[in-house]
């Protein structure tokens, strides 16, 4: 088995270790050797299609179809150079004050979250799109809203030189959004990290990690052949996404010491609803995620935004088929589309295991309380649609195919509680958060508040598996500001973890 | 298909038509796509996913067996419906799990060629913003 050998380990190039990578490679002057393992590939730009089947199959672990172990939720998470940034909306919000408070992580003050957001929002070229630049499906749902009082906010997005292909979780075709496969990498690399594609880390331990590295068949070569890797390092750093860090370190054998580890995951359940227009709308033209409205975030623990998949991820949102699914699927250009997102709960029985074979396992159930969630901000969403002037919505618990816009003051018989049931409504989730929770105690947090696993000087951890709750809003600036805290912590204690 | 037998691919374009009613007027190279994406997607899953896939067709195939005393294929086209209709909601969670992983490969066949796009509308360009304008 092949050797080789460096001071610190990045696991992952996502959000989390994309940006460690980039504040911990000025140390490369001084003659630290860094690197990246990333499990996915470092596509050519003419791979980036928008074909959805096959940008899936190269992006998303699983092509974004992983599915609890109930199988009544589908999780997509990036795998690529870049991770999940490649293949979000670039939606870069500061995690609001009361959540951070609500987080109650002694020594994780809110003020130095949003300081550290502001740092990568400004990096990542985050502002906000003229209105010329919002297309049909983004003005009517800001229509809808203020139609009905509801508070409606612009979602800052991290783009430059946006074209407006409408493609974001398919990964940009013009490289416009500014992801860390576009900003903290190129960096990176240019000040000597080195970044090993196509190389899944199977295991670690003190001091090594094995690898393995195999050929997918697309994207740039890996920089190492194809085969079985011994890669020694003095610090390892896991950023591979809430479900596959808590699953490495599980198979590593570090569950026994740590009774928190791959629990209290929240997958921010999500739901795509359709409202279909009299007359054909910009829907597919244009950035895709302008608005959203946190009315009921408090009140009700959801969030509305805006939204525009393609034309699968679209049919199999939609419950049903036959002829009326194929009739709304004829109208594409006329939907409408919004997503919800439920806050979820931090549930200690909602986790992360591995199966026989070390492969990750997602023991998460919808709770009731969530169901309820869901219930309601199907109906506010249909409200929206009908205020934005939708001859009919599609609703997944609806007791019929669609709702008319005549039967607009029966939504509550018409989409009845009853019908909210895992495994007959299409939940999602593309923000997973937990598994390696901060904390003070080592009995319910798996790190300490630098992302330093607890009892593991060596060994650190960068990404959303860290939040002890929901982020409740779009978590990746949250997981830029907590990887910069981690790099932050390493670069301080340099001496004691790089002395031989 | 390699990964199903040309029978149960055969059954699999019969149930697929009920769920998506245009597959059953793709044309060769169509339904040869509409074949080759499943393919792929069995492909990468499990061979136990693989079994439990070519099993649940069989189910489909001899479920009405029980009620209307023949096979799923001789049902009128409603009756079909039905069948499915009751697996989508079923009270066993293993044969609607079954179904919805079946009407995912089946929407993901049709709706996953970009040669079906422009019949449902969707036109996406990578200058999307000059469309805006138009």
């Known amino acids: 088995m092949p050797d080789a050998s460096f001071d610190i380990l990045i696991v992952g190039s996502g959000a989390g270790g994309g940006t460690v990578a980039r504040e911990l490679a000025p140390l490369c002057a001084d003659g630290v050797r860094i690197a990246i393992l990333e499990w996915g590939a470092r596509l050519r730009k003419d791979e980036f299609t928008g074909r959805e089947v096959e940008m899936a199959h190269r992006l998303f672990f699983e092509s974004g179809g992983m599915l609890t172990k109930d199988r009544a939720m589908t999780l997509a998470a990036g795998r690529a150079y870049g991770g999940s940034t490649v293949v979000y909306t670039g939606t870069s919000l500061v995690m609001p004050r009361r959540v951070a408070e609500r987080w109650g992580v002694p020594g994780l003050e809110w003020d130095d979250i949003e300081r550290r957001s502001a740092k990568y929002a400004a990096e990542n070229k985050v502002h906000s799109l003229p209105p010329d630049l919002q297309n049909d499906n983004n003005r009517l749902f800001a229509e809808g809203c203020r139609a009905l009082g509801w508070k409606v906010e612009q979602f800052p997005i991290n783009v430059d030189g946006c074209r407006g292909a409408g493609v974001c979780n398919l990964g940009c075709p013009n490289l416009a959004k500014q992801g860390t496969h576009r900003v903290q990498l190129p960096v990176a690399e240019q000040a000597g990290v080195e970044v090993i594609t196509n190389a899944k880390v199977e295991r670690i331990a003190e001091g090594e990690c094995f690898v393995t590295v195999r050929d997918p068949g697309f994207g740039e070569p890996s920089p190492w052949a194809p085969g079985e890797y011994r890669v020694r390092s003095k610090v390892v750093i896991i950023a591979g996404n809430a479900v596959q860090s808590s699953a490495l370190l599980l198979r590593s054998g570090l569950g026994a010491d740590l009774p928190a580890l791959g629990r209290y995951l929240t997958l921010h359940p999500a739901l795509i609803l359709v409202g279909e227009h009299e007359r054909p709308l910009s829907n597919t033209a244009g950035h895709p995620k302008s608005f959203y409205c946190d009315e009921f975030l408090e009140s009700a623990g959801f969030l509305l935004e805006t939204c525009m998949y393609y034309p699968f991820t679209t049919a199999k949102n939609l419950i049903g088929f036959g002829a009326e699914h194929s009739q709304l699927m004829k109208v594409f250009q006329c939907h409408q589309q919004i997503l919800v997102l439920a806050i979820d709960p931090p549930r200690v029985d909602n986790r992360v295991t591995v199966d026989k074979r070390g492969e990750p396992v997602v023991d998460y159930r919808l709770t009731g309380g969530v169901l309820d969630t869901l219930h309601r901000s199907m109906i506010a969403a249909a409200e929206v649609f009908f205020a934005a002037g939708a001859r009919r919505v599609h609703v997944p618990a609806g007791e019929r195919f669609f709702i008319g816009a005549e039967e607009r003051d029966r939504l509550e018989e018409l989409i009845p509680r009853r019908n909210v049931r895992p495994g007959q409504i299409s939940v999602s989730s593309a923000h997973l958060m937990g598994g390696c929770r901060m904390g003070a105690d080592p009995g319910t947090s798996v790190t300490d508040v630098w992302g330093q696993v607890h009892g593991y000087p060596w060994l650190f951890v960068a990404d959303s598996s860290l939040f002890p709750r929901c982020s409740e809003v779009n978590p990746y600036l949250t997981v830029m500001a907590l990887a910069d805290r981690v790099a932050e912590r390493i670069r301080d204690r340099r001496e004691e973890l790089l002395s031989s | ?134």
């Open chain 2, 1 to 134: 298909m390699d990964t199903l037998s040309q029978e149960r691919a055969s059954f699999l374009a019969t149930v697929a038509e009920r769920i998506v009613p245009e597959v059953g007027t793709l044309d060769l190279n169509g339904r040869t796509r509409f074949f080759q994406i499943i393919d792929e997607a069995l492909r990468a899953r499990s061979p136990a996913v693989r079994r439990q896939f070519g099993s649940l067709l069989g189910v489909i195939r001899w479920l009405p067996l029980l009620r209307w005393g023949t096979s799923f294929e001789r049902l009128a086209p409603e009756r079909q419906h039905r069948v499915l209709s009751w697996l989508m909601k079923c009270p066993s969670r293993t044969l609607r799990q079954g179904f919805w992983g079946l009407r995912t490969m089946v929407f993901m066949g049709y709706y996953g060629q970009p040669e079906t796009w422009e019949s449902i509308g969707y036109v996406p360009r990578v200058d999307g913003n000059e469309a805006l304008y138009a």
